[in-house]
């Protein structure tokens, strides 16, 4: 079902044919080419000719649990992977005679391990490789691995420049370990445990808590770095793989080089930045229209801050149900979201803002704010947080549990850590906030609002929300729903700071302020209900 037509210009120009008939014949010309690829798609169509190729992902779903013959059966028709080599055996922390492949597609990473023995090594990162599983193996041994393979099977199509490396946390690898199993990851901020002894190197299996769940960090002896001292807190890179070196846990990082492993240990904190040295004076948890990369936080700074030498972090939290968030701020997952403050500079006195990318001050469309000091700022709808905190629609809640903010001094935020400033917001649930023995929770700091004993009895009071009037306080939810169109809601936290003793004066408290797409920085930042300081 093949038709041609040709036209000869010249013969038209000759013939000297008005534009209507030369319109006409073009318009032939279209009708008949839609129809000859019309025809020619059904053809193939018809022919129902199969791709060679199978996608890594699709190969990782046809292991159900049992080792797998890899026939064109099992291939849907196909034989064939592709991807780019991350494995490097160079340094000697690879898993022996292995290739580690991985490919970017449908808008995700996958990867996959391949065992072809000793000729492993000649495969370096950014080798493009075409890969024949035809009459190959696919099975578990501590992570999904080809065998059967030998070099034959293997073509080096070209060396790519960059590799993709995806930031990931604990929570999201337990969860779902078959989306980041032999893929390059990062994991931003995880404290080693137990606390490394002063002698203490990196050879064998150990353990980092990143937000409220671990992960393995293997380390072989054949590995260059191997006797490398453990620090105490680290951030890593490297391919994620189950581990063979310890059967009870499939959640293993396995890093290629030794400036894979990153010294990330707060530094002692200078005397001059003193108690308090930051202070929350309002938030934006409800944007007009969708929250998503909208939603800020505004502090003050009561001391000269450079983040560079002092880093700092926030964390948000919503708490949603009744499951208890054990680890409280340092949970991760869906339940807290970490922003690490570290560049940028603040002066005594001055506001910055922490929070989406967007830079708004009332949703989309609404009028930029990104001249003001915006300290650190994430894409939070498609990253996850600075070390925990799974992407999200949003950070902060508008109804339910009571939200929190909370800012520590440093980067490394655990179970044990306690905030410089805090505050709540919200309903009065508790389920997922404090456990029923009051031994878990989220720690507060001595502040206007919290204290951590109890005035009247002297006992510890070390977690928001204990009852019997112990750190109870919140700030309450305001709905939009009785509101205009368009309207966002921020919160001024009003009081009065003495700046020299570091103290409350006042205590901070709500001043609702209904925003338009129309409203600017100085709404926020001047007027009725902001806080002072003196």
Same mark, same amino acid.
């Given at each position: 079902m093949v038709a041609k037509t040709i036209i000869n210009t010249s013969f038209i120009m000759k013939r000297?044919?008005?534009?209507?008939?030369?319109?006409?014949?073009?318009?032939?010309? %279209?009708?008949v080419l839609w129809t000859t690829q019309s025809c020619e798609t059904k053809d193939k169509e018809y022919l129902g000719e199969l791709s060679p190729y199978i996608a890594l992902e699709d190969v990782r779903a046809l292991h159900k649990g049992k080792e797998i013959k890899l026939d064109k059966s099992a291939l849907s028709g196909a034989s064939t992977i592709y991807g780019v080599v991350i494995s490097d055996h160079s340094e000697g922390n690879m898993p022996e005679g292995t290739i580690i492949l991985q490919q970017w597609k449908r808008n995700r990473l996958r990867g996959m391990a391949l065992y072809v023995g000793k000729e492993a090594s000649n495969y370096l990162p950014g080798d493009s490789i075409?890969?024949?599983?035809?009459?190959?193996?696919?099975?578990?041994? +501590?992570?999904?691995?080809?065998?059967?393979?030998?070099?034959?099977?293997?073509?080096?199509?070209?060396?790519?420049?960059t590799i993709k490396i995806i930031n990931a946390t604990a929570s999201a690898i337990k969860s779902t370990p078959q989306n980041y199993e032999g893929t390059l990851v990062r994991v931003l901020g995880g404290q080693m445990y137990p606390k490394p002894e002063a002698d203490e190197v990196f050879?064998?299996?150990?353990?980092?808590?990143?937000?409220?769940?671990?992960?393995?960090?293997?380390?072989?002896?054949?590995?260059? %770095?191997?006797q490398s001292s453990v620090p105490r807190n680290i951030t890593v890179s490297g391919i994620m793989l189950g581990s063979s070196l310890d059967a009870s846990s499939n959640y293993s990082i396995y890093p290629r080089y030794k400036t894979d492993i990153l010294d990330v240990s707060d530094p002692e904190v200078p005397e001059y930045i003193g108690s308090s040295p930051v202070i929350i004076t309002g938030f934006l !948890?409800?944007?007009?229209?969708?929250? +998503?990369?909208?939603?800020?936080?505004?502090?003050?700074?009561?001391?000269?801050?450079?983040?560079?030498?002092? !880093?700092?972090s926030l964390v948000t939290s919503t708490n949603a149900g009744s499951v208890l968030h054990s680890a409280g701020w340092a949970s991760g997952g869906t339940r807290t979201y970490k922003f690490n403050l570290t560049s940028g500079s603040v002066k005594k006195g001055e506001y910055f803002y922490v929070g989406g990318h967007q830079m708004r001050i009332n949703g989309a469309n609404s009028t930029k704010i990104d001249n003001a000091n915006w300290i650190r700022f994430i894409n939070y709808g498609t990253n996850t947080g600075d070390g925990f905190g799974d992407k999200s629609s949003g950070l902060m809640p508008n109804?339910?549990?009571?939200?929190?903010?909370?800012? %520590?001094?440093?980067?490394?935020?655990?179970?044990?850590s306690i905030p410089i400033d805090v505050i709540f917001y919200g309903g009065n649930g508790t389920a997922s906030i404090i456990s029923e023995d009051k031994t878990l929770g989220y720690r507060i700091g001595n502040t206007d609002l919290y204290s951590q004993f109890s005035i009247e009895t002297g006992d510890l009071t070390p977690f928001f929300s204990m009852g019997n009037g112990n750190?109870?306080?919140?700030? !309450?939810?305001?709905s939009k729903e009785s509101l205009d169109s368009g309207t966002g809601i921020f919160y001024k936290l009003g009081g009065k700071f003495d700046i020299n003793t570091r103290k409350w004066i006042e205590p901070r408290n709500a001043t609702i302020i209904s925003m338009s797409k129309e409203s600017v920085l100085s709404d926020i930042e001047t007027g009725e209900g902001i806080t002072i300081q003196e």
């Amino acid at each position: 079902m093949v038709a041609k037509t040709i036209i000869n210009t010249s013969f038209i120009m000759k013939r000297n044919l008005n534009i209507k008939t030369l319109v006409l014949q073009l318009f032939s010309l %279209f009708v008949v080419l839609w129809t000859t690829q019309s025809c020619e798609t059904k053809d193939k169509e018809y022919l129902g000719e199969l791709s060679p190729y199978i996608a890594l992902e699709d190969v990782r779903a046809l292991h159900k649990g049992k080792e797998i013959k890899l026939d064109k059966s099992a291939l849907s028709g196909a034989s064939t992977i592709y991807g780019v080599v991350i494995s490097d055996h160079s340094e000697g922390n690879m898993p022996e005679g292995t290739i580690i492949l991985q490919q970017w597609k449908r808008n995700r990473l996958r990867g996959m391990a391949l065992y072809v023995g000793k000729e492993a090594s000649n495969y370096l990162p950014g080798d493009s490789i075409v890969v024949n599983i035809e009459n190959t193996t696919l099975k578990r041994n +501590g992570y999904l691995v080809i065998e059967g393979l030998n070099t034959s099977n293997i073509t080096k199509v070209s060396n790519v420049n960059t590799i993709k490396i995806i930031n990931a946390t604990a929570s999201a690898i337990k969860s779902t370990p078959q989306n980041y199993e032999g893929t390059l990851v990062r994991v931003l901020g995880g404290q080693m445990y137990p606390k490394p002894e002063a002698d203490e190197v990196f050879v064998g299996n150990k353990l980092m808590i990143n937000g409220a769940d671990t992960l393995n960090i293997v380390t072989q002896k054949t590995a260059s %770095f191997a006797q490398s001292s453990v620090p105490r807190n680290i951030t890593v890179s490297g391919i994620m793989l189950g581990s063979s070196l310890d059967a009870s846990s499939n959640y293993s990082i396995y890093p290629r080089y030794k400036t894979d492993i990153l010294d990330v240990s707060d530094p002692e904190v200078p005397e001059y930045i003193g108690s308090s040295p930051v202070i929350i004076t309002g938030f934006l !948890p409800d944007a007009s229209g969708s929250d +998503g990369n909208y939603e800020y936080i505004q502090l003050k700074a009561n001391v000269d801050i450079n983040f560079k030498e002092v !880093p700092f972090s926030l964390v948000t939290s919503t708490n949603a149900g009744s499951v208890l968030h054990s680890a409280g701020w340092a949970s991760g997952g869906t339940r807290t979201y970490k922003f690490n403050l570290t560049s940028g500079s603040v002066k005594k006195g001055e506001y910055f803002y922490v929070g989406g990318h967007q830079m708004r001050i009332n949703g989309a469309n609404s009028t930029k704010i990104d001249n003001a000091n915006w300290i650190r700022f994430i894409n939070y709808g498609t990253n996850t947080g600075d070390g925990f905190g799974d992407k999200s629609s949003g950070l902060m809640p508008n109804s339910g549990n009571a939200g929190g903010i909370a800012v %520590f001094i440093g980067t490394n935020v655990s179970e044990q850590s306690i905030p410089i400033d805090v505050i709540f917001y919200g309903g009065n649930g508790t389920a997922s906030i404090i456990s029923e023995d009051k031994t878990l929770g989220y720690r507060i700091g001595n502040t206007d609002l919290y204290s951590q004993f109890s005035i009247e009895t002297g006992d510890l009071t070390p977690f928001f929300s204990m009852g019997n009037g112990n750190n109870d306080f919140r700030f !309450p939810h305001q709905s939009k729903e009785s509101l205009d169109s368009g309207t966002g809601i921020f919160y001024k936290l009003g009081g009065k700071f003495d700046i020299n003793t570091r103290k409350w004066i006042e205590p901070r408290n709500a001043t609702i302020i209904s925003m338009s797409k129309e409203s600017v920085l100085s709404d926020i930042e001047t007027g009725e209900g902001i806080t002072i300081q003196e």
